[in-house]
């Protein structure tokens, strides 16, 4: 029997300042997989994580995570949610952020050690996140999801302002938490990222435009690269209204 999708929305609307952000989204998120959200900057990308984890208001559809209805108490526990914007305390080291995470998400305090080492910041653990770089804030952010191993991860521009090596590093380690059974939604703009994720979702002005592998997606349009194929799609879409 196939298991249940980790993420399903059915027809979700958003309207947010007086405009309908979100358009009657379907899609189905599979398990232990890696899922790019893939668009523009303004594309709605934001809004509908936030939907998925339960702290933005809807106007209409239904939106599921893990079998619950997103927001449910129960499933405060199970999914780790990391923001565009530092969800650390500024003021206090790296380490103290954790510790602090560690207690508020009951986690063992052997945990706090073992995500340092996966996102490489052992060497930052006595230091203000407020003096950190950008990508350091970042992966202190990352770190604090992972201290009670959710097994849903929803990740909103993980890799933005982080240099390559980073970037690559950060997305293998996505990889073996995906390869570990863990099911990660992953968003950028990037779309060179694209090729690291099992499975697309590419979003345009609050509606999917396409979903599938990477390959399907090339195959559907004839595009070489992930770049043509979602301009591709888009001339689609337009030529169809």
Known sequence: MPSSPAIETKAL?????GSEVLHEIDLEVPEGEVTGL??????GKSTLMRAIVGVQIVQGGAVNVLGKPAGSA?????VGYVTQAPSVYLDLSVEENLLYFATVVRAAPSRIAEVMRAVDIDELAGRKVGNLSGG??????LATALLNEPPLLVLD????GLDPVLRRDLW?????????GTTLLVS???????????????MRDGSILATGTPQELRDDTGADDLDAA????????EGAD
């Not at 950028?188 to 590419?202: F, G």
Request: charged share 30%.
């Open 13 to 17: 609307r958003v309207v947010r300042g």
């Open 38 to 43: 893939l668009g523009p900057s303004g594309c």
């Open 74 to 78: 129960e499933l405060r526990a199970r």
């Open 136 to 141: 350091q804030v970042a992966r202190v952010s």
């Open 157 to 160: 521009e993980p890799t933005v």
């Open 172 to 180: 293998g380690m996505f990889r073996a938490l995906a390869d570990g």
């Open 188 to 202: 950028s703009h990037v779309m060179d990222e694209a090729d690291r994720c099992d499975r697309i979702l590419l």
């Open 230 to 237: 979602f301009l591709t799609l888009i001339d689609r879409a």
